[in-house]
């Protein structure tokens, strides 16, 4: 078996661990100048889930995290993006986050991508990014 590069990434798992890549993109789609409200939802089926934000740029005092999209606002039913207007195609913030249920910690990631084609109204979406 071929060892991978250096500079390749790899996924270490146990030999009695199954591990798979959805192959449904999970990418969320932003639209820039508009706040945009993403829901959060579980599988645990009874007991309270604390999620807590472990990324860079919060405020705790505010929920707030500053990203290279716009201003993030945490609930506990969810997040609000306050896009910026100017936003460059492609433009990414990953945040990383850690679901606890009282027995385990699972840390988790949501990415978010700024693609003007995505918009509903792509005409004011490209406007500041010719």
């Not at 492609?90 to 700024?114: H, Q």
């Not at 509903?120 to 004011?124: F, H, K, L, V």
């Given at each position: 078996?071929?060892?991978?590069?250096?500079?390749?990434?790899?996924i270490?798992?146990?030999?009695?661990?199954?591990v798979?890549?959805?192959?449904?993109?999970?990418?969320?789609?932003?639209c820039?100048?508009?706040?945009?409200?993403?829901?959060?939802?579980?599988?645990?089926?009874?007991?309270?889930?604390?999620?807590?934000?472990?990324g860079?740029?919060y405020?705790?005092?505010?929920?707030?995290?500053?990203?290279?999209?716009?201003?993030?606002?945490?609930?506990?039913?969810?997040?609000?993006?306050?896009?910026?207007?100017?936003?460059?195609?492609?433009?990414?913030?990953?945040?990383?986050?850690?679901?606890?249920?009282?027995?385990?910690?699972?840390?988790?990631?949501?990415?978010?991508?700024?693609?003007?084609?995505?918009c509903?109204?792509?005409?004011?979406c490209?406007?500041c990014?010719?």
């Open positions: 078996m071929e060892k991978p590069s250096p500079s390749c990434k790899s270490i798992a146990n030999c009695r661990l199954d798979n890549f959805d192959p449904k993109n999970k990418i969320i789609y932003v820039s100048g508009k706040p945009q409200y993403f829901t959060a939802t579980s599988s645990k089926c009874n007991g309270p889930i604390t999620i807590t934000y472990t860079r740029k405020d705790p005092c505010t929920k707030k995290i500053c990203g290279d999209l716009g201003v993030y606002t945490t609930y506990d039913s969810g997040i609000v993006l306050d896009a910026y207007n100017c936003i460059r195609p492609g433009t990414m913030d990953t945040l990383s986050f850690t679901a606890d249920d009282g027995c385990t910690c699972y840390k988790f990631t949501v990415i978010f991508v700024y693609s003007p084609c995505d509903y109204n792509t005409q004011t490209c406007n990014n010719k």
